[in-house]
C-alpha cells in the first residue's frame, strides 16, 4: 500500500490511540491526524484534501449525533466517511448508511477488525459489523425526513446541529463567524426543506433520526 492520511476525529483520546494503532498497521507509510472535536474534523478535513478516510465519532463536542456526518458528507463529498461508535444498533448503522457514511465500526471492535474496516473501505468497499443484517428504514416519516436532509448544504446541516444543541442565533453566528442575518436566513431554508415552521419542530425532526443513539 502507498502512503496513506488518516483524519481520526473522537473526543477521547485512549480511543483515538486505538485507531491510530490500527491505521498505522499498513504497509507504507501513515499520516495520522487526530482531531477531538468537530470543528477540528472539519479543519483537519479541509486542510488535508489528499486524506484516504475520515473515522468520525457521532458523539463529539460541537456536534449533535447524524448532523456532524451530515455537514462533513455535504462539505467534503470525495472523502470516505467511517462512523465509529459506541451505539452500534441496527438502527443507527442503517441511517448512518443512508446519510452517507462509507462504513460503521463498532467502538466494541478489536484492533484487527478496525484495521479490517479500513482496509475494505479504502478498497471501495462498505464496512458494517458482523452482525448487521441490513434492510430498510422501517419508518417511512423517517425515510422521508432522510431524504430532506440529504439536500442541506454544509451550513445548513451544522446550522441545524447548533439549533440542536440549543444554541441560539446569535451564538451560532458567533461560533461560525458569520452574520447574525446569514444564520437567520439558513434557519429559514431548513424550515423549508424540513416542511416545518419553527425551530423548535426543526429540532424534534432531527431528534427522530438520532433517536436510537444511547451514547
Request: charged share 20%; no cysteine; aromatic share 6%.
Amino acid at each position: 500500500m502507498t502512503a496513506s492520511t488518516f483524519i481520526i476525529a473522537d473526543d477521547h483520546p485512549l480511543f483515538r490511540g486505538a485507531l491510530r494503532q490500527a491505521a498505522s498497521g499498513f504497509d507504507g507509510e501513515q499520516a495520522i491526524i487526530e482531531a477531538g472535536d468537530f470543528e477540528a474534523a472539519r479543519k483537519a478535513a479541509s486542510a488535508h484534501p489528499e486524506a484516504d478516510l475520515l473515522l468520525l465519532d457521532l458523539a463529539m463536542p460541537g456536534v449533535s449525533g447524524f448532523s456532524g456526518l451530515m455537514a462533513l458528507r455535504a462539505e467534503f463529498a470525495s472523502l470516505p466517511i467511517v462512523i465509529v461508535s459506541a451505539s452500534d444498533d441496527p438502527t443507527t448503522i442503517r441511517r448512518a448508511l443512508e446519510l452517507g457514511a462509507s462504513g460503521f465500526i463498532s467502538k466494541s471492535s478489536g484492533i484487527e477488525d478496525i484495521r479490517a474496516a479500513i482496509q475494505a473501505v479504502l478498497e471501495g468497499d462498505i464496512w458494517t459489523p458482523k452482525f448487521y443484517q441490513g434492510g430498510q428504514e422501517q419508518d417511512p416519516d423517517v425515510a422521508d425526513l432522510i431524504n430532506r436532509l440529504r439536500t442541506l448544504t454544509p451550513q445548513q446541516s451544522r446550522v441545524l446541529g447548533m439549533l440542536g444543541e440549543g444554541l441560539l442565533n446569535k451564538q451560532i453566528a458567533y461560533e461560525l463567524g458569520v452574520s447574525e442575518a446569514t444564520i437567520k436566513a439558513h434557519v429559514s431554508a431548513i424550515l423549508l426543506k424540513l416542511k416545518v415552521d419553527s425551530r423548535t419542530q426543526a429540532v424534534i425532526q432531527l431528534g427522530k433520526i438520532n433517536m436510537a443513539m444511547v451514547a
